[in-house]
Nanobody
Framework: QVQLVESGGELVQTGGSLRLSCTAS????????MVWYRRSPEKQRELIAR???????NVADSVKGRFTISRDNAKNTVYLQMNSLKPEDTAVYYC?????????????????WGQGTQVTVSS
């Protein structure tokens, strides 16, 4: 089995910073793109940032210049550095990844989600 586990969400004041982490574990052969989404009661799910296996990134306009995505392939981990946080960044942040897992002699690719981590920015 493969799991994605996020961490790092907490309550922070406006203007503060947080770094979210998401680590994949299990019988992993390879990891493709890793993506951060967020969802709040006011908004539908929003794609925040994506990083490919070779490190190419793109970031949503709503967070450009404030959020940075990176990954450590040796640790199967993706990070989201969030600076200059605003109350409108309050949401549950989810990690998503395309992962090829090992099943005996087989290699099986699936898309996985983490359980989410709550980020709350107080005004």
């Amino acid at each position: 089995q493969v799991q994605l586990v996020e961490s790092g969400g907490e309550l922070v004041q406006t203007g503060g910073s947080l770094r979210l982490s998401c680590t994949a574990s299990g019988s992993i052969f390879s990891i493709g793109s890793m993506v951060w989404y967020r969802r709040s009661p006011e908004k539908q799910r929003e794609l925040i940032a994506r990083i490919t296996s070779d490190g190419s990134t793109n970031v949503a306009d709503s967070v450009k210049g404030r959020f940075t995505i990176s990954r450590d392939n040796a640790k199967n981990t993706v990070y989201l550095q969030m600076n200059s946080l605003k109350p409108e960044d309050t949401a549950v942040y989810y990690c998503n990844a395309d992962i090829m897992r090992v099943e005996g002699a087989l290699r099986v690719r699936n898309n996985y989600w983490g359980q989410g981590t709550q980020v709350t920015v107080s005004s």
